[in-house]
C-alpha cells in the first residue's frame, strides 16, 4: 500500500507573507484510507479544527489539501504519519492523532516518526508507546545506556515506560527477571502505626508497582513469576549484599533514598544488567537534614560513559491535564514567582 503525495500551486493569493499551496493525498485503497483517518474521518475533523483557515476535502480515495503553505505541510505530514500506522494495522484514535499534530506542530517531526514506530509493548488490546517527545529520548537512552535516571514530576511515564521497556526485555529473553524496588520512605505518615506484619506495612508503598505489572501482564501470570524469582517487587533494603546478573533493575521514587542507600543500590549492578532509576527531586520525603541521594548521584555520576540521565517535565505529563498545571504551579511557587491574578467574577 502507498501513499503518493503531489504538489500543485494553488491560483490564490499568498495570505500574510505565506505562498498558497495545495496537495493531493491518494490511497491505494480505501482500507488504508479508514485506518488513517480514523472512525467517521476523526482525523480530518481534529485538523480542520485545528486549522480553520485550511481546506480539506475527501473524494473516493483521495484527500485535498489547501490554504497557507505552512498549514498545508503540517497537515499532509500529520496523515503522512498516521498512514504509516494504518500500514501496521492500527486504526487512527483521538488520541494517536493529537499526539502527532502536537508532534509536526512544534517541528518535531521526525520524533514524531520515531514514536509512531515505537511501540513497546501491546497487552489486551493497547499499545504502550512514548507520547512526547521527552518520552521517547528516554525510551531510546533506555534501549542505548547501562544506567539511565529519569527524573521527572509525578505523571510523566518515568516508571511506567521503564516497567514496560523492562516486561518487554523479558519477553524478548534479554534478561533472565525483572527487579521492582522502592525506598520503604513514608510520605507524611509513620510506617510503625500501619496494622500487620512488616511485610504488610510495606506493602502499600510497593502497590504502585503491582498496579503497572496487571497493565503489561496477565494477572493470573504474575503470581507464577514471583514464585520462580523472575519478577521481583521488594523494598531497596532487601538488595544489600547482593549482585543482581542478567536483570533490569528498576529503583522507582529514587528521591526518597538517602547518598548511602544510592550508592549500595547503584554497586549491585552485575553482568548483562540494566539499572533505570527513577524519581521527583521535588517531593522529597525523608527527614529534614537528611540529603537526597538522588540530588546528591546526579552530580557525582554526570559526564560517566554509559550512564545517561534524561529530564522530564510537566509538558510530559500524560495523566489529567490539570496535573500539568498543578505541577507548573508548584515550580512558580517554589521559584518565588508571583502567583497569576484570577479576574474577579461579576
Not at 56 to 82: K, M, N, P, Y
Not at 187 to 198: M, V, Y
Request: net charge negative; charged share 25%.
Amino acid at each position: 500500500m502507498r501513499l503518493s503525495i503531489t504538489e500543485t500551486p494553488n491560483a490564490e493569493e499568498p495570505v500574510e507573507g505565506q505562498p498558497a499551496a495545495e496537495r493531493q493525498v491518494t490511497f491505494a485503497d480505501a482500507e488504508t484510507m479508514f485506518r488513517t483517518l480514523g472512525v467517521q474521518d476523526l482525523a480530518v475533523r481534529i485538523l480542520a479544527g485545528l486549522y480553520p483557515e485550511a481546506s480539506i476535502g475527501l473524494r473516493e480515495r483521495q484527500i485535498t489539501v489547501s490554504g497557507h503553505s505552512t498549514d498545508v505541510a503540517q497537515i499532509v505530514e500529520v496523515l503522512t504519519q498516521l498512514r504509516t500506522l494504518a500500514a501496521a494495522g492500527t486504526t487512527a484514535t483521538e488520541e494517536i492523532a493529537e499526539q502527532i499534530i502536537t508532534m509536526v506542530r512544534s517541528q518535531n517531526a521526525t520524533t514524531s516518526a520515531r514514536m509512531v514506530a515505537t511501540n513497546i509493548l501491546s497487552h489486551r488490546g493497547r499499545t504502550i508507546r512514548p507520547k512526547t517527545a521527552n518520552q521517547q529520548r528516554y525510551v531510546e537512552t533506555i534501549d542505548e545506556s547501562t544506567v539511565v535516571f529519569g527524573i521527572g514530576p509525578a505523571g510523566t511515564g518515568k516508571t511506567y515506560l521503564a516497567m514496560a521497556k523492562a516486561v518487554q526485555a523479558l519477553q524478548a529473553k534479554e534478561i533472565n527477571r525483572i527487579i521492582l524496588t522502592r525506598p520503604a520512605v513514608e510520605a507524611g505518615e509513620k510506617l510503625g502505626f500501619l496494622p500487620g506484619s512488616l511485610n504488610e506495612k510495606i506493602d502499600p508503598y510497593l502497590r504502585p508497582l503491582y498496579d503497572a505489572l496487571h497493565d503489561m501482564l496477565e494477572p493470573e501470570s504474575i503470581p507464577q513469576l514471583m514464585a520462580s524469582g523472575t519478577i521481583e517487587v521488594a523494598p531497596l533494603a532487601y538488595m544489600r549484599g547482593r549482585t543482581l546478573n542478567d536483570s533490569f533493575i528498576i529503583l522507582d521514587e529514587a528521591q526518597n533514598t538517602t547518598a548511602e542507600q544510592m550508592k549500595m543500590f547503584l554497586t549491585r549492578l552485575g553482568f548483562n544488567s540494566k539499572i533505570v532509576v527513577t524519581g521527583d527531586i521535588t517531593q522529597v520525603d525523608l527527614p529534614r537534614g537528611t540529603d537526597s541521594g538522588l540530588r546528591t548521584v546526579l552530580d557525582i555520576l554526570s559526564g560517566v560513559d554509559d550512564i545517561s540521565i534524561t529530564r522530564l517535565t510537566s509538558e510530559d505529563v500524560v495523566r489529567h491535564e490539570l496535573v500539568g498545571r498543578i505541577v507548573d504551579a508548584y515550580d512558580r511557587y517554589q521559584a518565588g514567582e508571583p502567583r497569576p491574578r484570577r479576574e474577579s467574577r461579576p
